[in-house]
Antibody, heavy 124, light 106 residues
Framework: EVQLVESGGGLVEPGRSLRLSCAAS????????MHWVRQAPGKGLEWVSG????????AYADSVEGRFTISRDNAKNSLYLQMNSLRVEDTALYYC?????????????????WGQGTLVTVSS | DIQMTQSPSSLSASVGDRVTITCRAS??????LNWYQQKPGKAPKLLIY???SLQSGVPSGFSGSGSGTDFTLTISSLQPEDFASYYC?????????FGQGTRVEI
């Protein structure tokens, strides 16, 4: 069974850092690009960042560019999101999701499956 | 960034109804448009990709159409398990933006 399990969320003060993890199982992890997507409480979906299978290409939403860093460890079947200089508006449920393809640059993509998410709350 | 606008934001329907949700892109995205379903407390689930291709395992009552800037998700006969929120997503260019969502209520 294909499974993605996020962890690392929690309550953090503005300006602090947090590192999210996503553990993948049930598929060949390094065959796929991966993404982080977030959802603020009661709101819609916002793509955050994506990374190609070999970490050769990364992409970020403008709202997190320069503050967040996506990475992966194919030997550990894991995806990460290092979040620095956190803001109140970063409060959200963070999902990891698998791409259709190995590279983030390829068109005709989809995000499937998704994990269940890890909640990040930024508050003083 | 490409803006995705869904309408309506919410709708009320009954079991057996035909439901149509529209999604408009702020510029042409060819057919690079996906639809997702999200039930309360659950992760989104891919329904339709490339505007009209049904993802494996998704009931045939779901269909998608459109190209360019205007797209439609249709549920031919609403089932109890279809009451959820639906999101469109463009995958033409980064950032891969989503619509604001449409909540389908009883």
């Amino acid at each position: 069974e294909v499974q993605l399990v996020e962890s690392g969320g929690g309550l953090v003060e503005p300006g602090r850092s947090l590192r999210l993890s996503c553990a993948a199982s049930g598929f060949t992890f390094d065959d796929y690009a991966m993404h982080w997507v977030r959802q603020a409480p009661g709101k819609g979906l916002e793509w955050v960042s994506g990374i190609s299978w070999n970490s050769g290409n990364t992409a970020y939403a403008d709202s997190v560019e320069g503050r967040f860093t996506i990475s992966r460890d194919n030997a550990k079947n894991s995806l990460y999101l290092q979040m620095n200089s956190l803001r109140v508006e970063d409060t959200a449920l963070y999902y990891c999701a698998r791409d259709r393809w190995a590279t983030v640059t390829k068109l005709s993509k989809w995000f499937d499956p998704w994990g269940q998410g890890t909640l990040v709350t930024v508050s003083s | 960034d490409i803006q995705m606008t869904q309408s309506p934001s919410s709708l009320s329907a009954s079991v057996g109804d035909r439901v149509t949700i529209t999604c408009r892109a702020s510029q042409s995205i060819s057919r690079y448009l996906n639809w997702y379903q999200q039930k309360p407390g659950k992760a989104p689930k891919l329904l339709i990709y490339d505007a009209s291709s049904l993802q494996s395992g998704v009931p045939s009552g779901f269909s998608g159409s459109g190209s360019g800037t205007d797209f439609t998700l249709t549920i031919s006969s609403l089932q109890p398990e279809d009451f959820a929120s639906y999101y469109c997503q463009q995958t033409y260019i980064t950032p891969w933006t989503f619509g604001q969502g449409t909540r389908v209520e009883i």
